[in-house]
């Protein structure tokens, strides 16, 4: 859901082609309220929006002061909620942070390239959606569970907020390839560490 919610034209390629719809012109928001946000209602949201927010509920309205369209959701008591670009650029963003998602900013030189581009995603997902569902999240809760210097086990790691597993995933990587390298260099037949990007080496430095 998350990775569908912070989708752009990019990583729909084929699908949108499919509709008559060019994926390098549809901005982010369009596809976000034209096609990927209606389908989730609240109580799919409730683990990342909480109770209120339901985008199954959204109108899309015409904005005049803003002159863009806007989603709306009314509630009984007459107040509303109001989702523009700026919104939902800053929900993506955090969405995007707390799972540690890059935006896809592939983008074709040509419209060969780009007919490339949609035809090699259309067969990659035909090779793969006969293919049981598999946890995103599994794998890396068994590596960190069994990774020196994580400090949770099999049971207190669930109880950690999304944002600081993934946040340890990453870190326990940065520092294990630091003390490769490291080892490596120190060794007198390995890297030479002079050659190597400091931050690469500051494993208490920012992650990527």
């Known amino acids: 859901?998350?990775?569908t919610l912070c989708a752009v034209g990019a990583d729909l390629k084929w699908q949108l082609h499919d509709i008559g719809i060019d994926y390098t012109t549809i901005s982010d928001f369009e596809l976000f309220y034209s096609i990927l946000a209606g389908k989730y209602t609240v109580d799919d949201t409730r683990i990342l929006f909480g109770d209120v927010l339901d985008f199954s509920r959204m109108e899309?309205?015409?904005h005049?002061?803003?002159q863009e369209y806007v989603m709306v959701q009314r509630f009984e008591d007459g107040a509303d909620l109001q989702i523009d670009k700026y919104l939902y650029a800053s929900i993506v963003g955090v969405l995007r942070q707390m799972?540690?998602?890059k935006r896809n900013?592939?983008?074709p030189g040509n419209e060969m390239t780009r007919q490339i581009l949609i035809d090699?995603?259309?067969d990659e997902y035909e090779a793969?959606?006969?293919r049981a569902v598999r946890s995103c999240l599994l794998p890396l809760i068994s590596t960190m569970v069994n990774s020196e210097g994580f400090k949770r086990d099999d049971t207190t790691v669930f109880q950690m907020k999304i944002r600081a597993f993934?946040?340890?995933v990453a870190r326990i990587s940065k520092i294990k390839n630091a003390e490769l390298l490291l080892q490596s260099g120190y060794s007198g037949f390995g890297v030479n560490l002079a050659k190597i990007d400091k931050n690469v080496l500051n494993y208490m430095g920012e992650l990527d």
């Open 120 to 122: 090699d995603a259309r």
């Open 99 to 101: 799972h540690r998602l």
């Open 105 to 107: 900013d592939e983008l």
């Open 128 to 130: 793969n959606k006969d």
């Open 166 to 168: 993934m946040d340890s």
């Open 60 to 62: 899309l309205l015409y």
């Open 1 to 3: 859901m998350v990775h």
């Open 64 to 66: 005049k002061g803003l």
